[in-house]
T-cell receptor
Framework: RKEVEQDPGPFNVPEGATVAFNCTYS??????FFWYRQDCRKEPKLLMS???SGNEDGRFTAQLNRASQYISLLIRDSKLSDSATYLC?????????????FGQGTTLQVKP | NAGVMQNPRHLVRRRGQEARLRCSPM?????VYWYRQLPEEGLKFMVY????????ESGMPKERFSAEFPKEGPSILRIQQVVRGDSAAYFC????????????????FGPGTRLTVT
């Protein structure tokens, strides 16, 4: 079983649509979770951290369910510029280093 | 404040040659991570270094790969006798702290080096 699993997609949605991505992780000791964005195989960039209470940043909402070891990202009112690969990322369970464990990514294509 | 710098951005090597990838962390960052992204796959952790020390190399292939982060100068990822399967994007990240949330949250990625082995 992969440490972090995502549906690779692609998700093809029209502008203005709401889209949700899901992710599961295997190590129950993991403490910190993130969503990154990667454009055209460029470097990944931090989109947002994910907290148990849920957190929102503009059109983006992230949720964490520790009991189910499940993370989600919701994008509302999709823009063409949201087209990218979204990476679910978990900080290594030991927490002693900043080692990040990446999912394979979910590709989003927003169409006019 | 310049970001994480990697060079070269693109590197072509023939099978059996050596590849040297360089990473200069952000100013003030003394922690460096190397990740590899194979075609159509996610990023995979390779090694974590602090100045003059390898802290965690659990993701490094056992042979042909080595990394260093000297007291002065950039971090170097070295691949000896490259094979076609080494073709990938290699990303370096740096952070100002070692572990925990800040070690992860404060990581900034460089633009990557794309290695092609012919």
């Amino acid at each position: 079983r992969k440490e972090v699993e995502q549906d690779p997609g692609p998700f093809n949605v029209p502008e203005g649509a709401t889209v949700a991505f899901n992710c599961t992780y295997s190590n129950s000791a993991s403490q910190s979770f993130f969503w990154y964005r990667q454009d055209c195989r460029k470097e990944p960039k931090l989109l947002m951290s994910v907290y148990s209470s849920g957190n929102e940043d503009g059109r983006f909402t992230a949720q964490l369910n520790r009991a189910s070891q499940y993370i989600s990202l919701l994008i509302r009112d999709s823009k063409l510029s949201d087209s990218a690969t979204y990476l679910c990322v978990v900080l290594d369970g030991s927490g002693n280093t900043g080692k990040l464990i990446f999912g394979q990514g979910t590709t989003l294509q927003v169409k006019p | 404040n310049a970001g994480v710098m990697q060079n070269p951005r693109h590197l072509v090597r023939r099978r059996g040659q050596e590849a040297r990838l360089r990473c200069s962390p952000m100013k003030g960052h003394s922690h460096v991570y190397w990740y590899r992204q194979l075609p159509e796959e996610g990023l995979k952790f390779m090694v974590y270094l602090q100045k003059e020390n390898i802290i965690d190399e659990s993701g490094m292939p056992k042979e042909r790969f080595s990394a260093e982060f000297p007291k002065e100068g950039p971090s170097i990822l070295r691949i000896q006798q490259v094979v076609r399967g080494d073709s990938a994007a290699y990303f370096c990240a740096s952070s100002p702290a070692s572990g925990g949330f800040l070690g992860a949250f404060g990581q900034y990625f460089g633009p990557g080096t794309r290695l092609t082995v012919t």
